[in-house]
């Protein structure tokens, strides 16, 4: 009994060191710039004015970057400017082309049913590069396309994707009674994967490798990355392919081996795409209307 | 001496609960589902395979959601499926189709000097409309894009984003040497608040309110946002408008409530729209190759 309270205060420091570790691990899952004495956060100097300011966007606060993601922030001193006159259209030529464009743009549906006819290579390389024209943090360019057409390695990742799926789903299910597995089972069941001419597979490279060898941290990595899959979308639509936004769960590492990714790429998203099949369906819904997503002041 | 041996135990008890709840804090920052006990993290069933698993797309494991962002998932149960059939193309007319899109996108840049020529409006609306057609997590498009053209609200938000602005810049000089602080103080003066004759700020919904009260995770509200963004770029340059993408630091809380924005929103990015300014220059950057961007396999 003497001995137990003698070691009682070991025990409770070891537990200490334990909790402790683990909230230095959860921190560091979190985008922490690695230099926090440079990028000194901004609440030191005033007090936050509400929760806002814990969200995402706030705590990727970035050190020697700009808030305006003018392109080439950080060379800019260095580069010459020039002269910049982007075609100039009407205003009856404007309203035709931005409604030519919203209606294009709203013909687009997430389709899971994709057509194996194959799709030119040099279209899906222009819709590539039109990912690739996005605006990034400090033009960091922070993406990969991975473009897989090989049919082994589509089943691979279908393999990964599918494992991971179904016991996502069963976890889920947990103590709920399973009255109709088979319906279930069209949730993680993804033919689509080996199906489809192409998968894209969006990497967002979380930091770069400077000159010295140092890590550099690309602030707002996920967003820039974002963007560029918007692009992408709009000109999948704009030459009549389909896809289906996908976000695996779990899965990133695993596709990221598979496919030979460095360290500092982390899988965003996954797209197959091609042509709709021939007796694709969409669920039948709406969007909002204009009036629910904008405010004018 | 007795004594302390007896309260050490309780001491380091209470620290322990000081780290546990510091944790706890830590993890209510990052968006972690609100209940815990029924979306049960992966890595409980199978080891991590390496700490990609804690990036941030994976910390948002979703209970309820599908991974695959098929428009209106969670209803889709309920709702009819319809054919879809959308335009498609010739080869030699996707080929035509991509090159064009890629040659107008291509041509965008993030743009700081913007006229203060009006814009028409039904333009404005179009390009909103357009954003509006992106892909969102469970289909529950939890974007709102506050438009402001009124000149004292846009004054306001320039006091808002060039204080905060130069706090920012003025901390991060600290102890380096101030060589042209007239040069510097171009970063934070942003002239084109005021002069641009719309601002668009982008808000994510980071939670919806359920029928029965309760609040509903958005989840992947970043991204989706971050993709209708993308949506919204590429509508702007298709008009031959140009906008800077930013991210203001810091302003997020004042903004939303100076824009009367409710508590679930948090803004994204702030774009100054506008025809370009007939002086405006860009500094002579160039975009990365496509074999530098893209991997195929």
Redesign the interface.
Known sequence: MALL??L??FL??I??LV??F??L???????TPPDKS?G?P?GD??P???Q????????T????D???????ND??ES???????????P?DK??E???D??TV????????FISSEPV?R??L???????????S?A?T?P????????PE?KHQIRLIVEE??E??YR??M?DKWVHDLAKLRT?WVKEYLDVAPYLILIFKQ?YGILPNGKKRTHY?N??SV??????????L????L?T???????C???L??L?KRP?NE????LLPVG??A????????K??H?DD?????
């Open positions: 309270s003698v009682t205060p409770a420091v537990l200490c909790v402790g683990m909230l691990k959860s921190r560091e899952t979190t985008s440079k000194a901004k100097s005033r936050w004015v509400d806002d300011l814990q969200d995402d966007t706030e705590n606060a970035r050190e020697g700009d808030d305006e993601w003018v392109d080439g060379e800019e580069l010459a400017h020039v002269p910049y006159s982007p075609p100039r259209y205003e404007m309203l082309r931005s409604k464009f919203y743009m709203n013909q687009r549906r997430s389709v899971r030119p040099e279209v390389d222009n819709v590539i590069r039109t990912a690739g024209t996005a605006p943090g033009h360019e993406w990969t396309f991975v473009v897989v057409s090989d390695t991971e799926e016991m996502n976890q889920r947990g949730n979380t707002y996920e967003i974002s963007i560029s899959c918007g692009l992408l979308l709009a000109a639509q704009n030459v009549g389909v289906v936004t996908s976000t695996p769960l779990n990133g590492p695993q990221r081996l496919l360290a982390k899988l965003l998203m042509y709709p021939s007796d694709a369906t969409v669920p039948d819904l969007r909002k204009l997503i904008m405010v004018h002041i």
